[in-house]
């Protein structure tokens, strides 16, 4: 099992910034690729970005330049530095953990609950 407890979301101005993070205990966070997903008021779950064992890195096209996923696999946490935040990117943004890097809900072994990040216009 892998516990995900995310952190860092709150209200932020259109144009601000925030940094998400999400602490993993259990089994070992370095053997997991790890991912962000967010979900909207009234929309399915989508793909944010994930990052893979080795560190490399994949975005949702609407997200590259704006976001930028790291890991610190020594402190077992996962970052979400997000920049230049619109409206539009108001939803809860879930940690995820799966055995590869995956860009559907389908394929995630464990969720956080989430974290609220909402951007006034």
């Known amino acids: 099992q892998v516990q995900l407890v995310e952190s860092g979301g709150g209200l932020v101005q259109a144009g601000g910034s925030l940094r998400l993070s999400c602490a993993a205990s259990?089994?070992?966070?370095?053997?997991?690729?790890m991912g962000w997903f967010r979900q909207a008021p009234g929309k399915e779950r989508e793909f944010v970005a994930a990052?893979?064992?080795?560190?490399?890195?994949y975005y949702a096209d609407s997200l590259k330049g704006r976001f930028t996923i790291s890991r610190d696999n020594a402190k077992n946490t996962l970052y979400l530095q997000m920049n230049s935040l619109k409206p539009e990117d108001t939803a809860v943004y879930y940690c995820?953990?799966?055995?590869?890097?995956?860009?559907?809900?389908?394929?995630?072994?464990?969720w956080g609950k989430g974290t609220l990040v909402t951007v006034s216009s």
């Open positions: 990052i893979n064992l080795i560190g490399n890195t």
């Open positions: 259990g089994r070992t966070f370095s053997d997991y690729a």
């Open positions: 995820a953990a799966s055995g590869r890097v995956v860009r559907t809900t389908n394929g995630i072994d464990y």
